[in-house]
């Protein structure tokens, strides 16, 4: 194995070490790079909800599946607007806007420019996921002050086809890479708990972490069970097993923001400490994720405050590049921060 290169041989010993090992060895790479005090807020917002023509297998607003989600239109920028700054005076950094489409439309991709600059006005960082991307999509997207795009991987390629059958793997990957090139920051995750095995968990995770620059930000959701999905009477993962994603999730990608997403309003306020123990230090915050629920505001900072977290604005230097020089430096960042995280 070379210096950059995660083998599944190599993650599945991590997700077979003594967990106590496991989260040990994350807390130590965590602190290398991170400040163990503190955490990355974003809220999320659906700007546009349901109607989608895709049929991933876990998602509500799939108009494949009879779910309690309806199909509303755009949101006007005022709607936003409000949105957005409720969520900066609850203490949000990042705002995250979230549309039901397969592949926006280049009129699309214009309303959400204007929505992406209204928020920008606020002070806060934007990330925007609106499906697939076409060539030149990203760049207006960049041009227009967006800092982030999110586009998940959600689960192994070798799983995927079990999940979602309207598009390949592949297509994912294409939207990445026009991200990345763009310049725009990266934030990719995916689901644990969809039903695929520890070796397809180990897959999706070295997916994430051999892709040069790894994302800035790495979403970790655990499947909400929503009604009238195919995956509704799903198996709950076991705890400890999202909890070393978490933690495994932190070690190969040193420097990314991990974050403890979709699920959290089934956890337990310790098992929550614990994925931010195993390093996770970013949560989406707020009542509402896109279409389910998610711990209150109150909850939130009353959980902060017990375990003294506080709020921090950027995370990290971006790992995404606008030209050759930034890119050298970043694949040189990436290298760093690996070799260390294979040498404990
Ligand atoms: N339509 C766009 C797309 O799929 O890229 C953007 C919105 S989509 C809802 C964003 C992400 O939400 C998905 O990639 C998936 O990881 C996550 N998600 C959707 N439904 C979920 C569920 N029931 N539980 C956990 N995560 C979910
Ligand atoms: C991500 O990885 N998780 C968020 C965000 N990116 C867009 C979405 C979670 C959605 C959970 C189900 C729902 O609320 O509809
Ligand atoms: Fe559509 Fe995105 Fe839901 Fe898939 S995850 S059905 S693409 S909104």
């Known amino acids: 194995m070379t210096a950059s290169t995660w083998t599944i041989a190599k993650v599945l010993s991590l997700y077979e070490k003594p967990f106590m090992d496991l989260l040990w060895q994350a807390q130590q790479i965590h602190r290398q790079h991170h400040d163990p005090q503190k955490i990355q807020l974003s809220s999320l917002l659906s700007i546009k909800t349901g109607g989608c023509p895709e049929d991933c297998s876990y998602c509500p607003q799939s108009s494949k599946y009879t779910t309690p989600v309806e199909n509303d239109p755009l949101l006007d920028v005022e709607t936003v607007l409000a949105a957005a700054q409720s969520a900066k005076n609850n203490g949000a950094q990042r705002f995250c806007m979230g549309a039901a489409w397969r592949s926006p439309t ?12 209204a928020v920008k006005g606020l002070g806060l960082e934007t990330c925007v996921t609106l ?14 002050g967006l800092d982030y795009y999110n586009h998940n991987l959600d689960t192994s390629e070798d799983f ?31 689901i644990v708990g969809l039903g695929e095995s520890r070796e397809q968990r180990a897959r999706f995770i070295i997916q994430l972490a ?9 979403p970790i959701n655990q499947l909400v069970r929503v009604q009238g999905t195919p995956l509704e009477n799903n198996t709950e ?33 310790a098992t929550q400490a614990l994925c931010l123990m195993a390093g996770a230090n970013s949560v989406f915050y707020g009542d509402q994720l896109l279409t389910t629920g998610n711990p209150q505001f109150e909850a939130d900072q009353a959980l902060f405050k017990r375990l003294n977290l506080h709020t921090t604005q950027p995370l990290q230097p971006s790992l995404a590049c606008n030209n050759k020089e930034d890119y050298t430096q970043t694949v040189k960042r990436c290298g760093q921060a690996r070799a260390l995280a294979e040498e404990l």
């Open 131 to 144: 499906g697939m991307l076409k060539d030149g999509q990203a760049e207006r997207l960049k041009a227009a």
């Open 160 to 190: 995927y086809k079990e999940i979602i059958s309207t598009r390949t793997y592949q297509d994912r990957l294409d939207t990445l890479d026009r991200v990345q090139q763009s310049g725009l920051k990266s934030c990719v995750g995916g």
């Open 106 to 117: 280049e009129k699309q991709v214009d309303q959400v420019i204007k929505l992406v600059q």
């Open 210 to 218: 051999n892709r040069t620059p790894y994302p800035d930000s790495v």
């Open 237 to 269: 993962l076991d705890e400890f097993e999202f909890i070393r994603t978490i933690a495994i999730a932190r070690i190969t990608m040193p420097t990314s923001a991990v974050r403890l997403s979709a699920g959290r309003s089934t956890m337990s306020d």
